[in-house]
């Protein structure tokens, strides 16, 4: 089993960068999938990106596409969601979670953190 928490959430303004982090522990962090997902206020989750172990990122929805980047250092068990140019509609709960498969379905990824809140103001 993995946990993971996230940080680096923030108040910052259209434009503006943020880079969350997401720290994994009890588990082969390596061997997972990781991926973010934003949920905002009153939406279904949204999927952001996704990284493989390997560091191979299949895709990005056209959403963030060009503004966001999935990274992963896997001797630090960490996973990293660089996000530029940020706006307003960018405004949600982040969370990272861990599969064994690549997927954009909430229901593919089986261990989840908490999330951290990212709000962008115009």
């Known amino acids: 089993q993995v946990q993971l928490v996230e940080s680096g959430g923030g108040l910052v303004q259209a434009g503006d960068s943020l880079r969350l982090s997401c720290a994994g522990s009890g588990g082969s962090f390596s061997a997972y999938v990781m991926a973010w997902f934003r949920q905002a206020p009153g939406k279904q989750r949204e999927f952001v990106a996704a990284?493989?172990?390997?560091?191979?990122?299949?895709y990005y929805p056209d959403s963030v596409k060009g503004r966001f980047t999935i990274s992963r250092d896997n001797a630090r068990s960490a996973v990293f969601l660089q996000m530029n140019n940020l706006k307003p509609e960018d405004t949600a709960i982040y969370t990272c979670?861990?599969?064994?498969?690549?997927?954009?379905?909430?229901?593919?990824?089986?261990?989840w953190g908490r999330g951290t809140q990212v709000t962008v103001s115009s």
């Open positions: 979670a861990a599969s064994f498969v690549v997927g954009l379905r909430e229901n593919q990824y089986v261990f």
């Open positions: 990284i493989r172990g390997n560091g191979d990122v299949p």
